[in-house]
């Protein structure tokens, strides 16, 4: 996968938002409980809100960006549609598919290496079993994978 240049601007923004709204509710509360509870939340959402616009992202994320406001993850990865949406930005080079493209029973390689069998979607992720140790993982539908022969 290659990140364009604009992919991390978003990512960078994003991020960026993030981490401030960490300090100005460090600033608010001079508390770092709960981190990325109630009151994070919704200094987040302060933040992001005006960045909601097509100078700042591509049209057709503003309404992905807006629903995961409303809620924020601790990191935008965690959010399925989140990075479904980004992604779309990547520039794949055709070796790499993403989980969910797979059929089950597939067997498939990650970048470190090991090989897992696609099993069957639990909540938002895939039961994976581990082709050299039988034990069960449940991956990202969105994790990089490359298509093994059975």
């Given at each position: 996968m290659?990140?364009?240049?604009?992919?991390?601007?978003?990512?960078t923004l994003i991020t960026f938002t993030h981490e401030v709204a960490h300090l100005t509710t460090f600033l608010?509360?001079?508390?770092?409980?709960?981190?990325?509870?109630?009151?994070?939340?919704?200094e987040f959402k302060q933040l992001m809100t005006p960045l909601?616009?097509?100078?700042?992202?591509p049209e057709d994320l503003i309404d992905t960006v807006k629903k995961y406001i409303h809620n924020p993850a601790a990191t935008s990865c965690s959010d399925v549609d989140m990075l479904r949406a980004l992604k779309k930005y990547d520039k794949h080079n055709g070796e790499w598919l993403h989980l969910e493209d797979l059929d089950i029973n597939t067997k498939f390689r990650i970048k470190t290496g090991r090989v897992f069998f696609k099993k069957n979607l639990v909540r938002k992720n895939f039961l994976c079993i581990d082709a050299k140790?039988?034990?069960?993982?449940?991956?990202?539908?969105?994790?990089?994978?490359?298509?093994?022969?059975?």
């Open positions: 290659v990140i364009t240049a604009r992919q991390k601007k978003i990512y608010k509360t001079n508390s770092l409980k709960d981190p990325h509870g109630k009151l994070w939340k919704n909601l616009t097509s100078s700042v992202f140790t039988r034990n069960k993982y449940t991956l990202n539908p969105l994790i990089e994978v490359q298509p093994m022969e059975a």
